[in-house]
């Protein structure tokens, strides 16, 4: 029996990408494991940085892969995306400081904006026709506007709390993400058998979950 | 079909063959040394008697003219881009041990185990995107979905779009083998592209390529470029397709001459790679005996190392791990998993040269 590598997202999707699998009946050692291989009964599950997993998957080091669908829109990679797991919500959004809202009212105002999506939000402002200069940053977004690095943000909200502690107001929704499955295009077709399984499975927890 | 493709070119931007006449060429005689050694060595008959056991050495000798003649021409203008195709084209043959790799058969040769190829319908898809009746605007993301292989965003299109339509759309990741095309033809549409595929298929069955070959509606490759069947060949230990092309009949129209064209990309690198990391399984033939066999075993274990055999000998207590012989005192077996058979004198001497009983 061929058993497939996955790679599952370190950070804010970890967990439930692990209570999803467990809930598909995909069974390995319980408790903490800080090793970024683990081998569980079906599965070798590999912890890959989400911004590095697509990598991972592209070139086949990884069968398959769970990855947020914004990284998904940030960078073009040849992968089979094939399930929608439900988990890990958020939006991606631009958002000004408070007391300059106004700016977004003037469609032809040029605007610096700060964001690790660097690809996604010149594809906004391109198509929204404004004009928009980028400055690519890694983290901590909500910095860049209030030491007049940048004059708004585009970025990932789930609560909104962030957004709001650093005097920030959403003005536009760029995309709506949640947690997707990967399939490298050789292994399905080299392990097709392992990943329907993997697939049905999974889209059955998540019918489960919800 | 580039050869093609560049006088087309040309002639689109008004230039003529005459001036190819102006050309200050030096040393025109070296590729024409160069064409004689390759015919030599690639004669349909074989290499000519005294070349024989030299090719390489010839082949090798018939670059380094040609690599002489661009170098003695460096001065006209383009010979640098010639110079570079050259050297891929070469790096490519030297490192497949004298083969372009342009084929499944190719692939194998260079040594890639358990290559696969796929072949797909540009105008299967476009049909099925067209049968499912979208507007414009959702007809165009469905397309573009399709093409990023993003099949949830495709899901989401595709709702209230016939069921079996939307079925075919959502199952093309697994959509290949013997079924893909019986079930590709019960839904009615795209009969053309169909009837296609079963051509290519019918008339690549005398080439016995029916294991390497399938037919896979998943390839999915640029639809504004290709016009009909699409390939791609996988191979395990590599993450990406090793060759990709297919059927482009629009493309040399726009260069003002229009004509069918077919073709494909090789990614060298990539079959080199998957090279590196097929094991080749050693042809170990495996002997074991009982002890009232033993000596007319190791007697002949002896003549079939000394016939260039790798034998690997042993008492019969060990058991067989793969297909082998066994001597006994009732006589000699070829053992295979749990079956075996007699082989009598002049099958142990077949075996001596090397065929396998």
């Known amino acids: ?210 | 079909v580039p050869l093609a493709l560049s006088l087309c070119l040309g002639w689109a931007r008004g230039g003529s063959l005459r001036n190819l006449l102006a050309a200050d060429l030096r040393a025109p005689w070296i590729p024409l040394l160069a064409l004689g050694l390759q015919l030599a060595i690639f004669e349909p008959t074989g290499p000519l008697p005294f070349l024989r056991g030299r090719e390489l050495a010839v082949h090798v000798a018939s670059y380094v003219v040609l690599g002489a003649f661009l170098w003695a021409n460096r001065h006209l203008p383009g010979v640098w881009l010639v110079a570079l195709g050259f050297a891929c084209n070469a790096a490519a043959i030297l490192a497949n041990g004298g083969l372009m790799p342009a084929s499944v058969e190719a692939l194998r040769a260079a040594g890639v185990a358990g290559a696969r190829l796929g072949l797909g319908h540009a105008a299967f898809l476009r049909a099925l995107l067209d049968g499912a009746g979208l507007e414009e605007e959702d007809r165009r993301a469905a397309q573009a979905a399709l093409y990023r292989k993003d099949f949830v965003t495709l899901s989401s299109l595709l709702e209230g779009v016939s069921p079996d339509i939307r079925r075919t759309l959502l199952d093309l990741p697994s959509l290949r083998g013997p079924d893909a095309l019986p079930r590709a033809r019960a839904l009615g549409v795209a009969e053309a592209a169909v009837d296609d595929l079963s051509r290519v298929l019918e008339a690549l069955a005398p080439y016995g390529v029916e294991e390497e070959v399938e037919v896979d509606l998943g390839v999915i490759r640029d639809f504004d470029y290709y016009t009909g069947v699409v390939l791609e060949a996988y191979a395990p230990g590599s993450g990406a397709p090793l060759l990709g092309g297919g059927r482009y009949d629009q493309l040399l129209e726009r260069f003002g001459s229009a004509r069918p064209a077919v073709g494909f990309a090789v990614d060298v690198e990539r079959v080199l790679a998957a090279c590196h990391r097929v094991p080749t399984p050693p042809r170990v033939l495996e002997v074991v005996y009982e002890p009232p066999a033993r000596e007319q075993a190791l007697r002949w274990v002896r003549r079939a190392r000394a016939a260039g055999l790798q034998v690997a000998a042993g008492p019969a207590s060990r058991g067989a791990s793969r297909p082998g012989l066994c001597f006994r005192g009732d006589g000699v077996w070829w053992v295979d998993g749990t079956s075996e058979r007699p082989l009598g004198p002049d099958a142990l001497e077949a075996l001596l040269g090397g065929r396998t009983p």
């Open chain 1, 1 to 210: 029996v061929s058993s497939l590598t996955l790679a599952v997202p370190s950070g804010r999707l970890l967990a439930d990408a692990v209570r999803l699998l467990r809930a598909a009946g995909y069974r390995g050692p319980e408790g903490e494991d800080r090793s970024l291989v683990w081998l569980w009964d079906e599965l070798t599950v590999i912890v890959a940085k989400p911004v590095d997993l697509l990598t991972y998957v592209e070139r086949g080091a990884a069968d398959c892969g769970v990855v947020g669908k914004d990284i998904l829109l940030e960078q073009a990679h040849e992968v089979y995306e094939l399930v929608d797991l439900g988990f890990g919500f958020c939006r991606g959004v631009v958002a000004l400081p408070r007391e300059r809202r106004a700016l977004w009212d003037n469609p032809r105002q040029h605007l610096r904006i700060a964001t690790k999506y660097p690809r996604v939000a010149e594809r906004f402002f391109w198509e929204q026709g404004r004009p928009v200069e980028i400055v690519e940053l890694y983290g901590s977004v909500e910095l860049a506007p209030r030491v007049g690095l940048s004059d708004g943000i585009l970025d990932l909200v789930m609560t909104g709390a962030t957004l709001q502690a650093n005097g920030l107001v959403e003005v536009a929704e760029v995309f709506r993400s949640t947690a997707r499955l990967v399939v490298n295009p050789v292994s399905l077709r080299t392990h097709s058998d392992a990943v329907s399984e993997l697939v049905r499975r999974l889209s059955r927890a998540r019918e489960a979950v919800r």
